[in-house]
């Protein structure tokens, strides 16, 4: 068998593997310009190229580390993107004969005594390499993001050396790599010669345990070093310990005495060096106790809770290619939204990645390379955790990425893969790791029926799902009957929830709860951080983000790759700003003369914050102060005292905020940790303005009404004043979300989640059934236009064609002594199907206006469930930034509750006034909704023809559907009337 389709885990002189911690001996970065050679297929590449008289003055050049795909070249390839499916036949081992291949050279020089032994070592090819050395086959390397290491010390030499490498994009690891993601060829990692002293200390495992009952810590060290490297002495100055072992047999356990322990919210570290004559490692450590109580996931003697994101390796110029300043603002912008933990899905990252996690301060799961995912099309047959042939292949990955990252404070888990399903192979990796570390548990989701790992993991269960596994009385839909009761005894996470898929997830509030108040519950990680497009450019030059198929994909997943909270540009979503706060550990509660505080970190007071209160009248402040709160203990509450206040005419708004202090290494001072709100006075209700009783004229076709122009036909208006302003019309159409368009999660349109528990009916997606009804092509018919004193009144019916449901809108307009008024109402006829995404009022404003200014909720967008970040004050942004760049344009912009719209560039205000307790919602964006909907990137949108504005009653909420539940019967938009109160004024 080739190598190509070898089951082997890897062949030639391959080093047993070991922790990746830093050494004062000499190592040589190979990062840099190579020469590269591509061929379409195996048999196509130069025969000899591993020779080291080889003349590769011909072959072009490349940046390693990089991927062939990403050079701009189209003979090279493109990148494709699968989410489950394998693009190649599933015939396992074997791949397509057409295998795109990259020749790589390069030559470096070693000085005389280099080192007793030379390594090779690759942190990441994909997806095999086959690697020679002044010409000689040293070795072949598998396991795309997992480090190897190559003995090549008889085949190094003084002087200039030449290595060789080959890549095959697909291989029989291919099976073993179906993450979800890019497929991206090349050697992606960087490529380091290694000097391993005589007597040198090959590997170092340094257990740092703390008692959280006496304070204490204490090192188990493991030591891989000859006899003849000892004495070997591990020392940390900061604790003043220096302790020698004279041989292996002395190596035993080292108190400590009090330390600091290590949280993702205290990350202490200490410097440890391992040393002795020839050599010097040196890495940083924490102490930190992890068990496993009951059904509770402790670290240092407390429960975790986990505020979590997965994480895949991204960069939309050079893909998985790691860039540490990239990434470690990254995490600062990370713990800025109050996520505190991190799954590295779906495979081991950059190790530096991972040093970031233990200065920065996450909680990590790490994740093994594994993910067999396109095997469920076949009904999981001859998949990998379960086929004896594979069992060799996986043993090794999983040491592989156990070793390396053994030493790392922030990881608090072990995860075997990924959507890989089940089996022998799953079990013999578990078993291994639980011999290897007993503190650190087991991850598997695929494990259902918790047969080998010790946490029970979920990916986008309902809300009901949740509350019967932690009864133990759940549809646990993959396990046996029985076993919920076993599993109601462990703890239990979400590794993947809230599916950040455009403009959504909704209802990460709803599962919050959850977590605070079912016991088994620890939290979860959210899917995920960030969109994965690819910067390119069309063929006249204009930049966008590509996502699956823009690449010429025969087979592709098509925009499921752009699913993060953060866009591939950078940019957080409004999601983002969600999660921060739904995740905030500092618990707001806050009465009219008491606010309740409550600390809910792992570790570390309240002395870092400050707790300021305002009170705003109608957005406007009119009092602000600090209150004096004695610093809280994590896990404890306090009750503090407000000032009092006085009844207003108008809204009055009391904020309370806990912002930091001062600044720190992840945010500057008086950045808003957490915020919540209590409406103290209502607005009362005002005294309708006198109407005006001039009759309106008409002349030309139009009717005039004040300043105000109609279509004397239809009613619609035509300008106020200067101003041109059309509409309204009924809308009950919005460009569909992700989440709106996408089948095969659970369907809320006909089944109650508390009668379901879960196991809900398939129906297409929203999306489907609105146009299925007709919501996208609604036509309009005027039933009359009536003038009385100071009015207008005009009756419309919108129905889709072919149909018989309508409803029915009454616009009556008035002219009184503050202005034009507009009440309106919408009667839809029964027996509408389904749910509505909106139901609004369109008016169409001039194109180009720049400014908006608003008193409702903001900053960000908001929705029914979707609104935890969104707070009422006054707000002003530039309109093109009201809405979201989401990958695929859709419905964005929505913000609830308006009382007051300003326009500044028409001299135009728009006030609301509640409707049976009901504020309006509103959208203001250069494109309407039938625009947005047609076009599948932000570049595609057409020519806009106004400036739009939606007044929207409700809107429909966001939910998860595009991978997760429904949006839930209490968010969903069921066909209904709807009304408005508005006043329209104008300034100069």
Known sequence: MSEITSFSPGSGRRVPPRARIASNAPEIDLSGTWQFHFSPRPDLAPAEAAAVDFDDAGWDQIQVPSHWVLQGRDDWGKPA??????????????????????????????????????????????????????????????????????????????????????????????????????????????????????????????????????????????????????????KIDALGLERTFGSPSDVAVIEVGEVQPWSADVPTL????????????????????????????????????????????????????????????????MKRHNINALRTAHYAPHPELLDLADEIGLWVIDENDLETHGFEFGGWVDNPTDDPRWRDA??????????????????????????????????????????????????????????????????????????????????????SP???????????????????????????????????????????????????????????????????????????????????????????????????????????????????????????????????????????????????VDPIAPGELVVVD????????????????????????????????SRSQLQLCEAQPKLRARTVTELPQEADGELTLGDARFDARTGDLISIGAREIAGPQLELWRAPTEN????????????EPSVARGRTGARPAWAKQWREVGLDRLQRRVLSVTTGPGSITVLHRYAPAATRQAVTVELVWQLTEEGLRLDASAVPTSQWPGAWPRIGLHFVLPEGLSEAQWFGTGPGENYADSRAAAYVGRFASAIEDLVVNYAVPQESGHRSDLRELVLPELGLSIEAEPVAGELPGFTLRAHDAHQVAAAAHPHELSASYGTHLYLDAQQQGLGGRSCGPDVRPEYQLRPRAAGWSLRFATGS
């Open 81 to 234: 993107y699968t989410n489950i499916a394998y693009p190649f036949p599933v015939d396992p081992p074997f791949v397509p004969d057409e295998n795109p291949t990259g020749d790589y050279r390069t030559t470096f020089d070693l000085p005389e005594g280099f080192g007793e032994r030379v390594f090779l070592r690759f942190d990441g090819v994909e997806s095999l390499a086959v690697v020679s050395l002044n010409g000689v086959e040293v070795g072949v390397v598998r396991g795309s993001r997992l480090t190897q290491e190559l003995d090549v010390t008889e085949e190094a030499c003084p002087g200039t050396n030449v290595l060789h490498v080959r890549v095959h994009q697909w291989s029989s690891a291919s099976y073993l790599e179906d993450q979800d993601q890019w497929w991206l060829p090349g050697i992606f990692r960087p490529v380091t010669v290694l000097s391993r002293p005589a007597a040198g200390i090959d590997d170092v495992w340094l257990r740092a345990d703390f008692d959280p009952a006496t304070g204490s810590g204490r090192l188990l060290p493991e030591l891989r070093a000859s006899d003849e490297a000892y004495p070997i002495t591990v």
């Open 740 to 751: 709106d368009s996408l089948d095969g999660f659970h369907s809320y349109a006909e089944e």
């Open 270 to 333: 200490y410097d440890v060096e391992v040393s002795n004559a020839a050599e010097t490692r040196s890495f940083r450590t924490g102490f930190r106790r992890i068990e496993i109580v009951g059904h509770e996931w402790r670290v240092n003697g407390r429960k975790l809770r986990l505020r979590g994101v997965n994480r895949h390796d991204y960069d939309p110029d050079h893909g998985r290619v790691f860039n540490r300043e990239v990434v470690r603002e990254q995490f600062l912008l």
């Open 642 to 673: 407000l000032p009092g206040y006085s009844v207003k005419d108008g809204e009055v708004w009391r904020t309370v905020e806990a912002v930091l202090a001062s600044d720190t290494a992840w945010a500057g001072e008086g950045h808003v940790v």
């Open 394 to 479: 996986l043993l090794d990955r999983i040491q592989r990425f156990f070793e390396r990252d053994k030493n790392h404070p922030s990881i608090i888990s072990w995860s075997l893969g990924n959507e890989s399903w089940t089996g022998q192979n799953a079990a013999a990796m578990a078993a291994w790791l639980h011999h290897r570390d007993p503190e650190r548990p087991v991850h598997y989701e695929p494990d259902f029926e918790g047969r080998y790992t010790d946490v029970v993991s979920r990916m986008y269960p309902s809300l009901e799902e949740m509350e019967d596994l932690s009864a133990g009385i759940g549809n646990n839909v993959f396990g």
């Open 482 to 628: 029985g076993r919920a009761a076993v599993l109601a005894s462990r703890p239990m996470i979400l590794c993947e929830y809230v599916h950040a898929m455009g403009n959504g997830a909704g209802g990460v509030a709803d599962y919050e709860e959850l977590f605070d108040s079912l016991p088994q519950w620890h939290g979860g990680f959210v899917w995920e951080w960030r969109d994965h497009g690819i910067r390119t450019r069309t063929e006249d030059g204009t930049e966008f983000y590509g996502y699956g198929g823009d690449f010429g994909e025969v087979l592709h997943d098509g925009s499921f790759v752009t699913d993060g909270m953060v866009l591939s540009d950078g940019t957080p979503s409004t999601m983002l700003a969600e999660v921060a706060a739904v995740y905030t550990p500092i618990k707001l509660d806050v009465g009219e003369l008491e606010v309740i505080i409550e600390n809910r970190r792992h570790d570390g007071d309240t002395s870092d914050l400050r707790f300021v209160w305002r009170d705003e009248l109608d957005g406007r402040e009119i009092g602000s102060g600090e209150l004096r």
